[in-house]
């Protein structure tokens, strides 16, 4: 029994298929996860910044 040609292109097919869903998924975790950092970065910075205008607040305040 002999397989068909076109079976082994459409194997090969899903194959390369399925490696470019894991990269472009791992890419695009890489991402999601630098631009959560990035964010978070950002929170803490404005946080500092209320938590220095408290602090000069009590300092003028007493």
Do not use: C, N
């Amino acid at each position: 029994m002999t397989i068909p040609i076109w079976i082994y292109a459409v194997v090969v097919g899903i194959v390369i298929s399925a490696l470019m869903a894991i990269k472009t998924g791992r890419e695009e975790r890489k991402l999601e996860l630098e631009s959560i950092e990035q964010e978070g970065e950002i929170y803490i910075k404005r946080l500092e910044r209320e938590r220095e205008l408290r602090d000069d607040l009590k300092a003028t305040g007493e």
